[in-house]
């Protein structure tokens, strides 16, 4: 009797580009992938029309899609604006990975008291998951500053949804968690074990991360492997999962500083108005992302092993993340691959 020949289709690994500051990173053709080709230069088009200087479309890990335009290069750094803010999301899920610190603690166990201008009995209703919730209760309304007088009350944590720069404090839960400054620490349990280019700078009331459009990518890659470089778990993919999904019952379409698309409704910066419908109705229903002022963006897309990434000036008007150009990109991208 013949042995039955197993006709399971192998399934392709993750790749990763090296981590050693080679420009060495595997590409794959939209051919192979039986995309549209015919759509990739209206594509371009359209980006270098809205203002982009930075896309990169990742299958799988392996570069399909790499462009810069408007007199950008792959070797000139840009900001993240909020992009970064899931950056901070990594790295405070492998301090808690590392047992530093644990999301559910209250912020002042480890920054002290006083951090904000609340009576200390709701200042202590605020924990790590709040902040990466955006769900401090904090008053949203007075700027982005997290300076004490900045931080004034105006909900009970946990009861209301507000976007707001107050995430950052948690960058100083991690400095003291870790007894080391934030950029040492991220440096060396995050930027350096995934190769990526860049540094923070402080601009403002905030603090900007700034890197070549490939070290955006390459954290995009790391989020879509559930957390995983090659053979060595970055961060716990119990915790990826959680940062990726609904943290919370107010603003079903926000995770931990990631959005996330597919969801029945959803609330934008600003505003305490629920929208029915889902983020971003072109896009597909299980993308995630990260989405930053003037249109800084990385898509990632489980179902279609895609991660996409876009940087440059706003496309249309400033925005705070969210903006009517992530549709009409989709329509373009959905042309391309499909």
Not at 4 to 11: L, Y
Request: aromatic fraction near 12%; glycine fraction near 6%; proline fraction near 4%.
């Amino acid at each position: 009797m013949e042995t039955p020949i197993d006709q399971t289709p192998e399934v392709e690994a993750i790749y990763f580009p090296p981590t050693d500051g080679s420009e060495t990173w595997e590409t794959k053709s939209a051919s192979e992938l039986e995309w549209n080709s015919t759509q990739l230069q209206p594509l371009l088009d359209f980006l270098e029309e809205k203002n982009t200087k930075g896309f990169i479309i990742l299958h799988n890990g392996k570069i399909v899609v790499e462009s810069y335009m408007n007199n950008h290069t792959a070797t000139l750094p840009w900001y993240w604006a909020s992009a970064g803010k899931t950056l901070t999301t990594a790295v405070t899920g492998i301090a808690q990975d590392e047992g530093l610190l644990s999301i559910n603690d209250k912020v002042s166990d480890y920054i002290g008291i006083g951090w904000t201008s609340n009576p200390l009995e709701k200042e202590n209703l605020i924990t790590c998951k709040n902040l990466l919730s955006m769900t401090s209760g904090l008053d949203d309304t007075l700027g982005d500053g997290i300076s004490p007088e900045d931080l004034q009350y105006i909900a009970d944590a946990g009861n209301r949804w507000a976007y707001h720069g107050v995430f950052l404090k948690l960058q100083d839960v991690i400095s003291a968690a870790s007894n080391q400054t934030w950029n040492t620490y991220f440096n060396t349990s995050l930027k350096d074990k995934i190769g990526m280019s860049g540094l923070w700078i402080p601009f403002e009331n905030t603090n900007v991360y700034w890197s070549n459009t490939r070290s955006m990518a390459r954290f995009g890659l790391l989020t879509y492997a559930n957390g995983k470089w090659n053979d060595t778990q970055i961060v716990s993919e119990n915790f990826v999962n959680e940062a990726v999904n609904t943290s919370q019952s107010i603003n079903q379409a926000y995770g931990y500083l990631w959005w996330l698309n597919g969801k029945s409704s959803y609330h934008l910066p600003q505003s305490q108005f629920e929208f029915s419908g889902t983020l971003i109705p072109n896009a597909p229903s299980d993308m995630y992302c990260a989405l930053g002022r003037d249109d800084q963006k990385i898509y990632i897309v489980p179902s279609k092993k895609l991660v996409i990434v876009r940087m440059g000036e706003a496309a249309d008007d400033t925005n705070f993340a969210l903006s009517n150009f992530d549709n009409e990109l989709w329509l373009k991208i959905n042309a391309f691959i499909n």
